[in-house]
């Protein structure tokens, strides 16, 4: 077998063309948001549903 069909063997196989692509244009966009503010309230009240989560 040739050298250069030998190398196409080892080549990587990308089952998803632009796949990583897309996920790095995604990550990007999720890094630049801005946080959100909570009131003192609201941080209350999901305070005490994350506790009856973990109670579950």
Known sequence: MPLSERAKIFAPFAAL???SDR?????GKLLKREKME?????AEIL???LLRVKKA
Do not use: C
């Open 38 to 42: 909570v009131s003192e309230e609201k």
């Open 47 to 49: 305070s005490g549903k």
């Open 23 to 27: 996920l790095s244009e995604e990550t």
């Open 17 to 19: 063309r632009g796949h």
